[in-house]
T-cell receptor, first 111, second 114 residues
């Protein structure tokens, strides 16, 4: 099992550009989460999903959109990137809210 | 969400035990105490969790105070690979409307010396 994978690993964007981060899990987990981590800080929840076709806002949702069209995938979109969105993004999944399994992260730099 | 308080950093020598403290004086009766750790340049990984009783697994032990206002993560023999940021997190019952969400603080940076 690959667990939780994230694509891409690293990306540089210019202010105003858009992009989509892909998270995939092969553990048949119902719940999926997107977090961001700024330097020296803990992770903060952006959005989460409790099942295919559902999404909900977390602690810091502004500037991001998400979709969960398939159970195994959770997409995070930035419509118009800003320098404040420079961060490391982590995806996680869990079986009905139990232990979360995290991906390796995507490093995003917005210039 | 109930908050936790952890020391910013701790140091240990290899092969010695490490006791990482966590204070959570406002814990509610249904909050589970979870520990995750984050190795350099990696995503967090689950370490252990408990509700009231002490817990052991292959990675660590969790000692929970009788009043549940504090807990201690115990690494019995630290290795260089245990150098990481350790997060103590209170998590509401996964079956409720919290949906297993985790609120991360800044954690404790553990340095292990050879």
């Amino acid at each position: 099992n690959a667990g939780v994978t994230q694509t891409p690993k690293f990306r540089v964007l210019k202010t105003g550009q858009s992009m989509t981060l892909l998270c995939a899990q092969d553990m048949n987990h119902e719940y999926m989460y997107w977090y961001r981590q700024d330097p020296g800080m803990g992770l903060r929840l952006i959005h989460y999903s409790v099942g295919e076709g559902t999404t909900a806002k977390g602690e810091v949702p502004d500037g991001y959109n998400v979709s969960r069209l398939k159970k195994q995938n959770f997409l995070l979109g930035l419509e118009s990137a800003a320098p404040s969105q420079t961060s490391v993004y982590f995806c996680a999944s869990s079986y009905w809210g139990e232990t979360q399994y995290f991906g390796p992260g995507t490093r995003l730099l917005v210039l | 969400d109930a908050k936790t308080t952890q020391p910013n950093s701790m140091e240990s020598n290899e092969e010695e035990p490490v006791h990482l403290p966590c204070n959570h004086s406002t814990i509610s009766g249904t909050d589970y105490i979870h520990w995750y750790r984050q190795l350099p340049s990696q995503g967090p990984e689950y370490v252990i969790h408990g509700l009231t009783s002490n817990v052991n697994n292959r990675m660590a032990s969790l000692a929970i105070a009788e009043d549940r206002k504090s807990s201690t993560l115990i690494l019995h023999r630290a290795t260089l690979r245990d150098a990481a940021v350790y997060y103590c997190i209170l998590r509401a019952n996964a079956g409720g409307t919290s949906y297993g969400k985790l609120t991360f603080g800044q954690g404790t940076i553990l340095t292990v010396h050879p």
